[in-house]
């Protein structure tokens, strides 16, 4: 069974490579301003099925049987929804307003199993992040480095975004853009085992 990841973020692929998957990669191209939702959850969960449903439409019967994965990761801070910042300025005022305080990252996961029939499961995960207090020389210093700009929140856990985060409350993987024991219990809603797909 073919393991389909609809996204073209390299984080996920990184994180499913590293427990022995190696998907092949099919970016969804989804619009995301087509939808809008004043509720993160139901945001990242109809975007993450949008974006699988996206790809398993776009996919020959020749490559069934196969499972396609959709993801979208956003950040909620008292109540307010920030994905990725539109600009270097927007960047470095979020973090501003970030520091020191704690946010939701929420994951839409959206798996969508293709063989004789289709079956589809949307999940979601949420991990609380404690961010630091960096200075603002340490803001723009970071913002300057590129790395928050195609990031949910403004920050890579993988990567510098690291240092100025305190704690995690919840699944890690989940704040780089995919929960791991999330996806492992999804597969087995299919009847699938995840080594399976080593």
Not at 152 to 160: C, I, S, T, V
Request: with cysteine.
């Amino acid at each position: 069974m073919r393991f389909i990841l609809a996204s073209a973020s390299s984080a996920r692929r990184q994180l499913l490579q590293s427990i022995g998957i190696n998907p092949s990669v099919r970016p969804s191209d989804f619009d995301e301003s087509q939808v809008s939702a004043a509720d993160p959850d139901s945001l990242v969960r109809t975007l993450a099925l949008c974006k699988a449903k996206a790809v398993a439409d776009s996919l020959e019967r020749s490559e069934y049987p196969a499972v396609v994965l959709g993801c979208d990761s956003i950040l909620s801070i008292h109540g307010e929804i920030h994905g990725k910042p539109a600009s270097r300025e927007e960047a470095i005022a979020r973090w501003q307003q970030m520091r020191g305080q704690v946010g939701k990252l929420y994951t839409g996961h959206a798996l969508i199993s293709l063989g004789d029939s289709v079956k589809t499961l949307v999940q979601r995960q949420i991990t609380e992040v404690h961010f630091g207090q960096p200075s603002d020389r340490q803001i723009a210093a970071y913002v300057a480095t590129g790395e928050p700009m195609n990031c949910a929140g403004g920050f890579a856990l993988e990567g510098k975004g690291s240092v100025f985060i305190e704690k995690l409350d919840g699944c890690y993987s989940n704040v780089i853009g995919l929960s791991l024991p999330l996806l492992r219990h999804m597969l087995e809603e299919f009847h699938l085992d995840i080594t399976s797909f080593w």
